[in-house]
């Protein structure tokens, strides 16, 4: 089993950055592939970036796709999202999941994170 603890939300001007990360507890980090979701008010939560365990494969939605960058540490438990030029539309609450096996492009992650608020808003 793992734990997850998002950081990195905020408030932020459109066109600003934010990096995110999720620290995860358990020495089988390096197993699992993460993702990152958000959640919009009112709306689904959806899957916004993904990497397998190795780093080696990433996922992107197409509304992010050149402006968000995923990425892992395997040796500080770590995964991050470099978010830059950030609009209105992109607030919501971002959490980061994990799961072994199978696809990263789904919405079908065994653990979560508790989530941190990120608002784009001048």
């Known amino acids: 089993q793992v734990q997850l603890v998002e950081s990195g939300g905020g408030l932020v001007q459109p066109g600003g950055s934010l990096r995110l990360s999720c620290a995860a507890s358990g020495r089988t980090f390096s197993r699992y592939s993460m993702g990152w979701f958000r959640q919009a008010p009112g709306k689904e939560r959806e899957l916004v970036a993904a990497i397998t365990w190795t780093g080696g494969r990433t996922y992107y939605q197409d509304s992010v796709k050149g402006r968000f960058t995923i990425s892992r540490d395997n040796a500080k438990n770590t995964v991050y999202l470099q978010m830059n030029s950030l609009k209105p539309e992109d607030t919501a609450v971002y959490f980061c999941?994990?799961?072994?096996?199978?696809?990263?492009?789904?919405?079908?992650?065994?653990?979560w994170g508790q989530g941190t608020q990120v608002t784009v808003s001048s």
């Open positions: 999941a994990a799961k072994i096996g199978g696809t990263i492009a789904t919405s079908q992650y065994d653990y």
